[in-house]
Each structure stands twice: as C-alpha cells, then as structure tokens.
C-alpha cells in the first residue's frame, strides 16, 4: 500500500488498465454486480472533505494520501445478486433472499475486484492504497448520487508513488506458510 503519491495526473490509459482488471474479477453467478465511482483530480477534495477532519488533513503523517490524483469507490449491493440468482438457471438454490446466502458474495466479489485492481495498478508502475471510510458514508453517497441499494466497501486512492516514510506496521513480519496452511485438519 502506498500512502504517498505525487500530484500529477493519472493518464487515461493508466486508469482504464486499473479499472478494466476490476472486470476480470471472480463473479458468483457471473452477476458483475460491481459498481465504481471514480472521483479524478478536483472531484477528490470532496471524498476528503467528508470521510476526513480538517484536523487530520493538516496534522495526520498520511495527509499525503490527499495528493492521489484519483480516488475509487468499489460498491456494493445485493440486489443484483438476488436478482441474479431468481433467474431460472439459479432460481433452485434459494439464494433470491438475501438471508438465504452463506456470506455475502456481493461484498466478497466486490473485494475481488479491489484486488484486482490493486496488483494492476502495482503492474503499472502506480501506487495504491486501500481505505476505509469512517465517517459520512451515507452524506457521501448522497452526494455523490448513488442508489441507497450501494454500499462503498471502502475507498482505493491511486496515483505515481512518492517518496515516503514507511509504515510502523511494516516491523511486524510476515508469518510464514507453515504457521498458517493447516493440511488435512487444523
């Protein structure tokens, strides 16, 4: 994750490759029940705006996130899954109702596609973060004119990496296979 990014622009294809690795991305049912927003340059100062305190964009060590050119809203709904799953090739499995479903797919499919699009921006020389979003979702959503039906999952800045202090989290190791892949039985 890149916490600091340099100010200019992203090119379109830069941000097409991104957004296109999100289409890619595993789909129960092959619903493609994902939606983005993608806020560009000044469009940005919104999100910011909403989801920060002024406090934090003059004082926090990761105000260097507001410096990403582009910003994306990965949404979430599970309307499209039921619909999805009343057709009659899925209408037999029950999963039209949403209390039906094991884990909300909706949200596991959309994380899939955040994924992706995170590898595809690293692929492409880019820097890319993901957040989450504290405060204001339902004003941001308002304000940014998305059905009530949709959930962010959280937020995606990307842009050209800039030189930055790294995470104190970056001290904690990474465990190893062995003390988390349990063959046969846990």
């Known amino acids: 994750m890149v916490r600091s990014f340099e100010r200019r622009p992203l090119p379109d294809h830069l941000l097409n490759r991104v957004l296109e690795a999100a289409r890619w991305a595993p789909s ?38 507001l410096g990403a050119p582009v910003v994306i809203l990965p949404l ?8 999805r ?34 590898l595809a921006a690293v692929d492409s020389g880019l820097g890319a973060a993901f957040l989450g979003i504290w405060r204001n979702e339902a004003e ?19 842009g050209y990496p800039a030189p930055d202090v790294p995470s104190p989290s970056l001290k904690r190791h990474r465990r190893g296979v062995a003390d988390y892949v349990h063959y046969g039985r846990w």
């Open 28 to 65: 129960a049912g092959n619903t493609q029940g994902l939606e983005l927003v993608v806020l560009r340059g000044a469009e940005t100062k919104l999100f910011w705006e909403l989801v920060t305190t002024p406090e934090w964009r003059t004082t926090s060590r990761r105000r260097s996130l």
């Open 85 to 118: 799953y009343a057709e009659p090739d899925k209408a037999s499995s029950g999963l039209d109702r949403e209390d039906n479903w094991p884990q909300p797919y909706w949200v596991i499919d959309t994380a899939f596609a955040v994924m992706a699009m995170l």
């Open 140 to 158: 941001l959503l308002k304000q940014l004119g998305i059905p009530l039906t949709f959930r962010p999952i959280g937020a995606i800045a990307l």
């Open 76 to 83: 979430a709904s599970p309307e499209p899954y039921l619909l």
